[in-house]
């Protein structure tokens, strides 16, 4: 009854508009940041939701639709997008009103959406974004006389403004149904029509579209200067480039070198805690639980998060300034010869920080063969998940020495990295070689202008993705290490036993039986222990190794620091063996579990999982050979 | 704006770097870009603002054959391939200095 009540008196809202006008952070301006993603039924767009309330406490839904220049779609995006204001999706009601965001300094493309969800004849109201920018240009447009000449409510907002959204929250309080019964007091409910339309009729819009803006004051955007002379750089078929290669090089090196102050207290905090525990805690079974399972698991993975962080932060802020489009239109050939899209750029950046993401972007390219590609190499990027592993044996194995201006250790980083994009575009040449069927996929791709980023979307951003990070280390991982720590602790050895309690468990007897398998390409029994868990998401990886050292250590000084353990435990060869597993690395099931269902078939996840291990067992082999050879 | 209007149309793809035209049509066979959501080039290409008429600009193209191109249309600016760029029939105006 309460929730129903509820739900009655919730105005629900839906934003839709172009891409690049300013409409996620105006979602985020109206709820605050608090949003709850998810996918909607059946496919895998995402789906943002968030709540708000007014001035006067009433309560409002708001949706964040997908960006979309039209509603005939070419993207699985755009057609959720359509879908959704037609309310033709299954277990999704359509909006009480829909907010058209449009972007006061790129009328025309957004005034053309207008007109076309206009058509519709469902409440709406436009939300004329970025009216501050409009002013600052010298012109204002007269949102009053817009207003009357679609006979539709519009509304000023400057989306990242503190109270830049209270116009519209004011201008949609009318639309809040005043009791529960009483209904919508806007007509046009029932008068939604169909459409299709046709190049006719788009024209025919589009030529209706500079009368109108000639009438409320529109005047066109210049180039500005510092724009023309920043994409005669950025954009520049060598400059460019070279800018390109600076700008990732300078990411990666700022994630080892930033990261190390905030590391090493994590570092500090952990074996603090360990070492309190251990104090304070009588020894026995749960003592051990807690410090050889929980913190020397967890502990080795937390630490990882200000990496993660500030990689996170340097995506945010390249796709904030508009930068990542130009590194797209600088690619597209270069990567059309391997037979990728440059659209395919973005998710495959996005696959740094996780692969997951990476692939669910990719639905953003129209073409579904350019999108298999596209998803089949994601893996292959080189994920923030690995980077606990990367870091783990780069420190263990890699001296700290510069090179002229560079630290070594970074230049390993960059080269693992390398060597991964190496292979993705090697492996897409291959696929473009067997699927013969070429059809064509067109770029057509919005170069928006350059702006600084929105620190508080920055902020949003990153708290969201730290969200994430701590909500797995905290669900999966930790479940994860006390199954590992019960395997390696049970059975108990048998009394007299000389070794290390886990080599007697069902740990040791599961690593020696893997161990054969892996034994050519120099790993241990540690290592292939750890590889189990590390299916579940590869940086559990490192937190059981830890696991596995803390309990097979019989000096509990060697509980806490994994990195000099393996330094003196591991050959060189069989620590470069491992870094070369982890560029190809199979084992993520979420990953696999994502491309079977954004494929909707078993088909792609089973061939990635297939030529993800041949590779990795490859370049390990080779790696570990290599290594035995030239330095034994 | 008084463009020579005696100037032959040409394909958008053939212009070069700072090149100005006026957009005269958008062909009428362009590539179909997904089967089932019934979408074409040159659909999106209308929406996105290549009608009749309207002035356009490229601004920077990729080396060596200018592929893909940028192109400043009505405020905004787009990267095409010079395959989507073939479809739209522009008459030049002059090349900006």
């Known amino acids: 009854m309460d929730t129903a009540n509820r739900r009655l008196a919730e105005l629900r809202i839906a934003l839709v508009g172009v891409p690049n006008c300013g409409k996620t952070a105006l979602f985020n301006r109206l709820t605050g940041g608090r949003q709850k993603v998810a996918n909607y039924p059946g496919v895998t767009v995402e789906r943002k939701e968030g709540h708000f309330r007014d001035r006067a406490g009433r309560p409002y839904c708001v949706l964040d639709l997908p960006g979309a220049y039209s509603l005939s779609p070419t993207t699985l995006d755009e057609a959720i997008t359509r879908d959704l204001v037609l309310g033709r999706v299954a277990g999704e009601a359509p909006p009480d009103v829909i907010v058209c965001v449009a972007d006061a300094t790129h009328m025309p493309l957004s005034l053309r959406l207008v007109l076309e969800v206009q058509r519709l004849g469902h409440p709406m109201v436009v939300a004329l974004n970025r009216s501050d920018l409009a002013r600052r240009r010298g012109f204002r447009l007269d949102a009053a006389k817009l207003s009357a000449v679609l006979g539709v409510p519009v509304f000023e907002t400057v989306a990242i403004a503190p109270g830049g959204a209270d116009p519209l929250i004011e201008g949609l309080a009318p639309y809040l149904p005043r009791d529960p019964d009483a209904g919508m007091p806007a007509a046009g409910n029932g008068a939604v029509c169909d459409l299709a339309p046709d190049r006719e009729s788009t024209e025919r819009t589009q030529q209706l579209v500079p009368r109108i803006l000639a009438e409320v004051g529109y005047r066109e955007p210049l180039r500005t200067r510092a724009a023309t002379r920043a994409d005669a750089i950025l954009m520049h078929p060598a400059a460019g480039m070279l800018v390109l290669a600076a700008v990732l090089f300078l990411v990666f090196q700022a994630v080892f070198s930033w990261a190390e102050w905030p590391m090493d207290r994590i570092e500090a905090g952990v074996a603090a805690l360990s070492g309190w525990l251990s104090g304070v805690l009588p020894a026995g079974a749960l003592r051990s639980l807690l410090i050889d399972g929980v913190i020397a698991g967890l502990g080795s993975v937390i630490v990882f998060l200000p990496q993660i962080l500030i990689l996170f932060f340097f995506i945010l802020v390249l796709e904030d300034s508009g930068y990542l489009p130009r590194a797209a239109y600088l690619l597209d050939r270069l990567m059309g010869n391997v037979g990728l899209s440059g659209r395919a750029f973005i998710p495959l950046l996005s696959s740094f920080a996780c692969a997951i993401p990476g692939i669910m972007a990719a639905r953003t390219i129209p073409s579904v063969r350019d999108r298999i590609a596209t998803i089949m190499i994601a893996p292959l990027m080189t994920c923030s998940a690995r980077l606990p592993v990367y870091a783990l044996l780069i420190a263990a194995f890699i001296p700290v020495r510069r090179v002229g201006p560079f630290n070594l250790q970074g230049l390993v980083l960059f080269a693992l990295y390398a060597a991964g994009v190496f292979a993705a575009l090697a492996v897409a040449w291959v696929m473009k070689r067997f699927l013969t069927k070429r059809t064509y996929h067109p770029l057509m791709l919005e170069l928006p202008d350059y702006q600084w980023p929105d620190l508080r979307s920055l902020a949003v951003g990153l708290i969201e993705r730290a969200r994430i990070f701590l909500r797995r280390v905290g669900g999966i991982i930790l479940s994860l290490m006390i199954v590992l720590w019960f395997l390696a602790s049970y059975p108990a050895p048998p009394p007299g036993a000389a070794g290390p309690a886990i080599e007697y468990s069902f740990a040791g007897m599961l690593g020696r039986a893997l161990h054969v398998l892996f034994a050519p390409i120099g790993f241990n029994w540690q290592i292939a222990v750890a590889l189990v868990p590390g299916l579940a998401a590869r940086e559990v990886a490192v937190s059981a190794l830890g696991t596995v050292y803390a309990m097979s250590a019989t000096d509990t000084a060697l509980e806490s620091a994994l990195q000099p353990v393996i330094a003196s435990t591991w050959s060189v060869a069989t620590g470069l063996s491992l870094l070369a597993w982890y560029i190809f690395a199979p084992q993520c099931l979420s990953t696999l579990a994502v491309v079977k269902r954004e494929t909707q078939s078993w088909r792609y996840p089973l061939i990635m999982a297939g030529y993800l291990f041949a590779l990795a067992y490859l370049a390990s082999f080779v790696t570990y050979r290599m290594a035995l050879a030239f330095a034994p | ?97």
């Open chain 2, 1 to 97: 704006m008084s463009v020579a209007a005696t100037a032959l149309p040409v394909p958008l793809s053939t212009l070069r770097r700072g090149a100005r035209a006026v957009v005269q049509t958008v062909l009428a066979e362009t590539p179909v870009i997904d089967d089932a959501l019934r979408s074409t080039v040159g659909q999106r290409l209308v929406e996105l603002g290549f009608v009749c008429g309207v002035e356009i600009e490229v601004v920077e193209s990729m080396w060596p054959i200018g592929d893909p191109l940028a192109v400043r249309v009505r405020g905004s600016t787009f990267a095409l391939r010079r395959r989507e760029a073939a479809a739209v029939m522009v008459v030049p105006a002059g090349v900006a200095a």
